[in-house]
T-cell receptor, first 116, second 114 residues
Framework: NAGVTQTPKFQVLKTGQSMTLQCAQD?????MYWYRQDPGMGLRLIYY???????DKGEVPNGYNVSRLNKREFSLRLESAAPSQTSVYFC???????????????FGPGTRLTVL | AQSVTQLGSHVSVSEGALVLLRCNYS??????LFWYVQYPNQGLQLLLK??????LVKGINGFEAEFKKSETSFHLTKPSAHMSDAAEYFC????????????FGAGTRLAVHP
């Protein structure tokens, strides 16, 4: 039981390049999330998927797209990377659909992305 | 709208001393509050959560937090710090708005000195 896994762990891009961050969970969770973490700002929600087949914007969705490929996998795509997207990206999942307040979010180890 | 303020971006304590990490929240509805810990180069791990049951919540690794509605606070404490407690700690409140999310504070980095 690996929990939440993310690939890659590190990535360096040039401005304008595209890439997809992969996330998978093996806990049969219904909800999945993408956050970015920047110094002094905590974590901010980019997109979330409250159930298989649905995705919704979070707090900072501009410049990103997501795909809930199946119940296990939730990918984050940067179509044209910008230096402002340099950050640490975390994927998380939780058991229930449509985020219940008692539902714990489990986080992956993160992807450190640098955009030059 | 909900928000979280963590007082002190860096806290330093001696091994064996009391750990106190402060968190104040703003919420227009009864809040659900969480503390997460992040060890270096790792993801976040849930320490404890308050979901309107007991106001004193016990978590993992000897941590606990007390919900005080009158003070809008949810401070995290541990009676005796251990070197392994060195990490970054995040307080979060569940959003009650139109979309699902946790709203995180900026984090407090805890250093433990021998």
């Amino acid at each position: 039981n690996a929990g939440v896994t993310q690939t890659p762990k590190f990535q360096v891009l040039k401005t304008g390049q595209s890439m997809t961050l992969q996330c998978a969970q093996d806990m049969n969770h219904n909800s999945m999330y993408w956050y970015r973490q920047d110094p002094g700002m905590g974590l901010r929600l980019i997109y979330y998927s409250a159930s298989e087949g649905t995705t919704d914007k979070g707090e900072v969705p501009n410049g990103y797209n997501v795909s809930r490929l199946n119940k296990r996998e939730f990918s984050l795509r940067l179509e044209s990377a910008a230096p402002s997207q340099t950050s640490v990206y975390f994927c998380a999942s939780s058991e229930l659909e449509h985020f219940q307040p008692t539902d714990t979010q489990y986080f992956g180890p993160g992807t450190r992305l640098t955009v030059l | 709208a909900q928000s979280v303020t963590q007082l002190g971006s860096h806290v330093s304590v001696s091994e064996g001393a009391l750990v106190l990490l402060r968190c104040n929240y703003s919420s227009s509805v009864p809040p659900y509050l969480f503390w997460y810990v992040q060890y270096p180069n790792q993801g976040l791990q849930l320490l404890l959560k308050y979901t309107s049951a007991a106001t004193l919540v016990k978590g993992i690794n000897g941590f606990e937090a007390e919900f005080k509605k009158s003070e809008t606070s949810f401070h995290l404490t541990k009676p005796s710090a251990h070197m392994s407690d060195a990490a970054e700690y995040f307080c979060a409140v569940r959003n009650s708005g139109g979309y699902n999310k946790l709203i995180f504070g900026a984090g407090t980095r805890l250093a433990v000195h021998p």
